[in-house]
């Protein structure tokens, strides 16, 4: 298994998810004395609202991130994917039964 696959499995995908909406916090700002300021301040500036669109949303972000990221695979290597995901799935589950 090479390492792009393991990098493409839910908990990589989670993480990726969660560096693209960390990345534009404003540090600055302390959470508990703006929480606003420290989670909207800099979402603008990295986030802008492109051209082609009225506005953004985080979601709308995550949802061209990941159509973007399945364009480039091959259909084997997405099939892949949802199969490994699968059977990780109901080996857990068979093991917690246990």
């Given at each position: 298994m090479s390492a792009a696959f393991l990098i493409e499995t839910?908990?990589?995908?989670?993480?990726?998810?969660a560096k693209y909406?960390?990345?534009?916090?404003?540090?600055?700002?302390k959470p508990c004395d703006s929480f606003y300021d420290h989670v909207c301040s800099n979402w603008m500036f990295?986030?802008?609202?492109?051209?082609d669109k009225s506005s953004a949303s985080v979601l709308?972000?995550?949802d061209d991130k990941l159509t973007e990221d399945l364009k480039g695979k091959p259909p084997f290597d997405l099939?892949?994917?949802?199969?490994?995901?699968?059977?990780?799935?109901?080996v857990q589950l068979w093991s917690s039964e246990g």
């Amino acid at each position: 298994m090479s390492a792009a696959f393991l990098i493409e499995t839910p908990c990589g995908a989670i993480l990726r998810a969660a560096k693209y909406i960390t990345a534009s916090l404003n540090k600055d700002y302390k959470p508990c004395d703006s929480f606003y300021d420290h989670v909207c301040s800099n979402w603008m500036f990295y986030h802008p609202i492109p051209d082609d669109k009225s506005s953004a949303s985080v979601l709308e972000g995550l949802d061209d991130k990941l159509t973007e990221d399945l364009k480039g695979k091959p259909p084997f290597d997405l099939f892949e994917i949802l199969f490994s995901d699968t059977l990780t799935h109901h080996v857990q589950l068979w093991s917690s039964e246990g």
